[in-house]
């Protein structure tokens, strides 16, 4: 009897030396829990409830992450500084539409359209000179593009692209590095003729003032 407790003790001994604990001191993946390497490897573990598969039905029927829950100290992190690291995707979403508005604008405002050109020669016109005058001393280095709409023939499209490349050159010299690109695009907003015509029909029509207007020394005789 007492040879056989040796010879068990013996076997434990051996056995404890080749073979590690499992659960609590291991996880899943075989890595110590509690080290530094197990909560690195847990970092990026969703937040919330999981989702689990029982009795033919998925509990919560809607979508919900899957898989081990959150750590306890990731759990007190996310709520601790909630909403991190959503806010940050939502942020990064908002800068990307705000950049796209911000190039959309721009692109149309270094635009120069049809109204730009003389609808003959198709070569700038003073309204033309101007704008595209503003375009290389005020728009943004970022924007400094003079775009040209294109017209509904190719050879006409060249002859406003030849002539804005000239009108580049004048203003700023040759090898001035501002880019001509032809655009499809259509002005935004209505003609200045149609907009003066607006105004003066608004000033001939207004209506006559309905309060009299009486003076103070008249009131107070």
Not at 188 to 197: D, K, Q, W
């Amino acid at each position: 009897m007492r040879i056989q407790y040796l010879l068990g003790i013996v076997l434990l001994l051996s056995a404890s030396s080749t073979s590690q604990a499992g659960w609590p001191f291991f996880s899943e993946s075989g890595v110590r829990r509690g080290t530094p390497e197990y909560y690195e490897m847990r970092a990026s573990d969703p937040v919330g409830t999981r989702q689990r598969y029982a009795y033919g039905k998925l509990w919560p029927p809607r979508a919900r992450p899957v898989g081990p829950h959150q750590t306890f100290v990731h759990k007190y992190h996310a709520s601790h500084y909630w909403p991190h690291p959503y806010q940050c995707e939502d942020r990064e979403i908002m800068a990307q539409y705000m950049h796209a508005q911000t190039s959309n604008g721009w692109q149309q405002g270094t635009t120069l359209y049809e109204y730009h050109f003389d609808p003959v020669t198709h070569e700038l016109n003073s309204a033309g000179h101007k704008h595209l005058h503003w375009i290389l001393t005020h728009a943004p280095e970022q924007y400094r593009q003079a775009n040209v709409a294109s017209a509904l023939d190719p050879e006409s499209s060249g002859k406003r692209l030849e002539s804005v490349e000239q009108a580049v050159a004048g203003v700023l010299g040759t090898g001035s590095g501002v880019p001509v690109v032809l655009q499809v695009s259509d002005p935004i907003g209505r003609p200045a003729v149609e907009v003066e015509n607006i105004l003066k029909q608004h000033l001939e029509n207004a209506p006559a003032p309905v309060i009299n207007y009486i003076s103070a020394q008249s009131s107070g005789g």
